[in-house]
């Protein structure tokens, strides 16, 4: 393995290839060290979640595969696998979580009945590790949600439990994001919709705004928390109709001023959600993605550093919108070491924003205003094989952090002292 003193070299040597297109490595470093990614809790145990077995929590709404051992079954151990997962990862980010996370102390807690008190241990706890927090209310995996609908449900009283749960998740995120310098992401995500021809849609839709409206009706300072919404294309049992579509949520954002929330899998495979981007941000201020990796349809597999990501990373810088679009991941994959997973993906998004900073973009600009498509598409071309290892080597150098192929032994060290043991 390369010592520290090899970087540096490697690292000059890829500044001055890198200076020559007018790309400054430094900045580029300098820039990716003010990003900051929220890292989904639920990778640690499948979306699990800690609520007691007495409220009957299964199924419904999400599906996870795999059995890989070792999953956290507690608070301590999630968070005991978090701290594991963000030593791997440079830079200083964000923890993401779920309802259905709370620390209920083993009562029963129902959704509609959760509160600050259940989260104050996470906000001590982020507090302590210098983390900032975002929320989502849990929609899903839950008895009330077995129809398959939850905020449109035809009966007002279910739509009345949602409403309140989701109202509490809001409370709850302003309450986190009072002790951070800086606002609280809340997300919701609901899973309505229906397996097979649906003749109403339109009432769904229609319930379903007047249940968003209620909800939002409560305000909260912007410093303190932020609401974004999430469309979806479709899912396991909600293959034909789906009421929280991308046009809904899209109408229902624009006209309210909320963010919304684009989930890389949840498009069609061929949709590129890169070029949605820029549509969207000359309509709204800011836009939260949930980063993921559909294959065939939204099997939210493990992030990894493909054109897609790239894509998307690329199109944020060039945009100059990283200062508007909140990065989260949202992947979970129970067939492999939970805490490996967690820092494949963020690392590859870490990494495509890096790719996304290094390139030459004031020359290919340039190419394009005068019309020289050849040399803008030469140019991206040769920036494929610069030497972007040697910078990201550096970065994990400089954040102290172990590089490429080393961190990999730290899983497996951990998976071997910890894990193991579960
Ligand atoms: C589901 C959505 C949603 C969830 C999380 C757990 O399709 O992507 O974001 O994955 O809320
Ligand atoms: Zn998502």
């Not at 393995?1 to 040597?13: F, S």
């Not at 640690?44 to 795999?66: A, K, M, N, W």
């Not at 009421?243 to 001023?257: A, K, N």
Request: one cysteine or more; proline letters at 3%; aromatic letters at 8%.
């Amino acid at each position: 393995m390369p010592g520290d003193m090899d970087r540096k070299k490697a690292y000059m040597e890829a500044r001055d290839r890198y200076a020559a297109l007018g790309v400054s490595t430094d900045e580029a470093l300098e820039r990716l060290r003010r990003a900051s990614l929220s890292l989904h809790c639920w990778q640690g145990d499948d979306v699990g979640g800690f609520e007691p077995r007495e409220l009957g929590l299964e199924g419904s709404g999400i599906q996870v595969t795999g059995r890989y051992p070792g999953k956290a079954r507690t608070l301590a151990e999630l968070r005991q696998d978090l701290q594991q997962a963000f030593a791997l990862i440079p830079g200083s980010h964000r923890l993401n979580l779920h309802a259905m996370y709370g620390d209920f102390g083993g009562s029963a807690v129902d959704r509609d009945r959760i509160d600050p008190r259940h989260f104050q241990g996470w906000r001590d706890w982020a507090a302590q590790e210098g983390l900032k927090l975002d929320f989502n209310a849990t929609c899903f995996a839950h008895p009330l949600a077995e129809s398959g609908f939850t905020l449109s449900h035809r009966d007002p009283s279910i739509r009345e439990f949602w409403i309140e749960h989701v109202k509490r998740c809001r409370a709850i995120s302003e309450y986190l994001g009072e002790a951070q310098s800086s606002a609280c992401v809340h997300n919701l995500w609901i899973p309505d919709g229906a397996k097979d021809i649906t003749i109403d849609r339109l009432l769904h839709r229609r319930l379903l705004k007047e249940s968003l409206d209620r909800i939002y009706a409560v305000e909260y300072p912007d410093t303190r928390m932020k609401d974004a919404l999430e469309s979806k294309l479709f899912g396991i049992g909600s293959e034909s109709f789906v009421v929280g579509s991308h046009e809904f949520y899209m109408g229902y954002t624009l006209t309210s001023g909320k963010m919304l929330c684009l989930d890389t899998g949840h498009f069609h495979p061929t949709e590129s959600v890169a070029d949605k981007i820029s549509a969207l941000l000359v309509f709204s201020d800011e836009l939260l993605l949930h980063v993921s990796r559909g294959i065939r349809w939204d099997s939210d597999h493990v992030v990894i550093l493909n054109d897609e990501i790239r894509d998307l990373m690329t199109e944020l810088v060039r945009a100059d919108a990283l200062d508007r679009v909140h990065i989260a991941l949202d992947f979970f994959d129970a067939g492999m070491n939970r805490i490996g997973a967690w820092v494949i993906g963020a690392r590859a998004v870490l990494k495509a924003l890096l790719l996304a900073l290094l390139e030459p973009t004031i020359r290919l600009r340039q190419h394009e205003e005068e019309g020289d498509f050849f040399q803008r598409l030469a140019l991206l071309e040769d920036t494929r094989s610069l030497p972007s290892g040697a910078v990201w080597d550096y970065h994990c150098l400089t954040r102290e952090v172990l590089p490429d192929q080393e961190w990999i032994a730290e899983v497996l060290r951990y998976e071997r002292d910890v894990l193991s043991q579960r």
